[in-house]
């Protein structure tokens, strides 16, 4: 089974076995589009391809889905467009270092240090923050740089950032993105990684998987810094090393050599105890609350079906 897909960085050709299932399809997708959540449209006008009404076991050539020699388009799908529509609040940061409840940690003896998280404000910039701390350093301008290298970069690249890809006319998406409250996701990553020249690594907290965004070409011998973000459905964070634990954020390192195997596996150590914790947020079934009427639902369809009939966009995870 051949296919194209399209994504922000071009087109890729899959090729899977006859026996390959939906969530094989969608790891691959994922792995040659370097989105970490993606919606697929194909055909002539493209119209939505929605993969999330199979279960990830069922054979792709079960489905009724006529895919072999089709071209797809991926488009980003992930906290910027769920938060933009719906204005979703994750639940209360469990980690507070007042009452002693600090992050996991996990000690890299390697590199003598420990490996930890680094928290970032929920204020809509948790991606340019998790970002800029560990290109940047420190600094009130940060978000505003980032967003606005963001904007720039769509602008120098109308063929490869248009509507199709953005959802939006590139013009406003540039407008869109600059504002203090529109949330970042695999685009901004990608641009910002591009930008900088080093990898970004994206740590699912859900399910583990490591979604790498401007890798360096096999067999170059190119030899780039990776940046490690911990993604948590809605929210992300940074990881750093902790020289000596000594626990100091000005003593912090955040960039490690992209060959680096070890702070990388350390790094998804550490992800798991998170995932042991719950530190995530199940976008596609977690139960939700509209917090304007009280409403109860399931899941980013449920949200968004409830949005289109009430008006309303006040979202939090339901509790008890």
């Not at 930890?116 to 600094?139: H, K, Q, Y």
């Not at 000594?246 to 998170?274: H, T």
Request: aromatic share 6%; glycine share 10%; hydrophobic share 35%.
């Amino acid at each position: 089974m051949r296919m194209r897909v399209r994504g922000p960085s071009g087109v890729a050709t899959l090729t899977l076995d006859d026996s390959a299932t939906v969530q094989e399809l969608q790891s691959v997708i994922s792995e040659k589009t370097s989105l970490p959540a993606f919606e697929l449209k194909s055909g002539y006008p493209p119209k939505a391809l929605d993969l999330a009404q199979f279960d990830g076991t069922v054979k792709l050539k079960d489905t009724g889905l006529k895919l072999d020699g089709e071209q797809l388009i991926a488009v980003a799908r992930d906290q910027s467009a769920t938060s933009d529509l719906l204005n979703l609040t994750r639940k209360p940061n469990p980690f507070d270092p007042a009452t002693g409840n600090d992050p996991p940690e996990v000690p890299v003896p390697t590199h003598a240090g420990v490996m930890i998280l680094r928290v970032m404000p929920d204020d809509n910039s948790c991606l340019f923050r998790a970002l800029g701390t560990a290109l940047m350093g420190d600094g009130l301008d940060i978000m505003h740089e980032l967003r606005a290298m963001v904007a720039q970069g769509i602008q120098t690249n109308p063929e490869l950032y248009n509507a199709a890809v953005l959802q939006k006319a590139p013009d406003a998406y540039c407008e869109w993105i600059q504002r203090e409250d529109s949330w970042g996701g695999g685009i901004e990553i990608g641009l910002i990684s591009q930008a900088f020249g080093v990898e970004v690594a994206s740590i699912n907290v859900q399910d583990l998987r490591v979604d790498k965004f401007n890798e360096a070409p096999l067999g170059s011998g190119e030899k780039r810094q990776r940046v490690i973000l911990v993604y948590s459905g809605i929210h992300y964070d940074t990881i750093a090393l902790s020289p000596d634990g000594c626990m100091v954020p000005e003593l912090d390192i955040k960039q490690f050599d992209s060959e680096d195997d070890i702070i990388l596996e350390k790094a998804r150590e550490l992800c798991a105890k998170l995932q042991a914790s719950h530190y995530y947020t199940d976008t596609a079934g977690f139960d939700l609350k509209c917090n304007i009427c009280g409403w109860m639902g399931k899941g980013e369809k449920g949200a968004t079906e409830h949005a289109k009939q009430t008006g309303h966009m006040n979202f939090g995870e339901a509790t008890g």
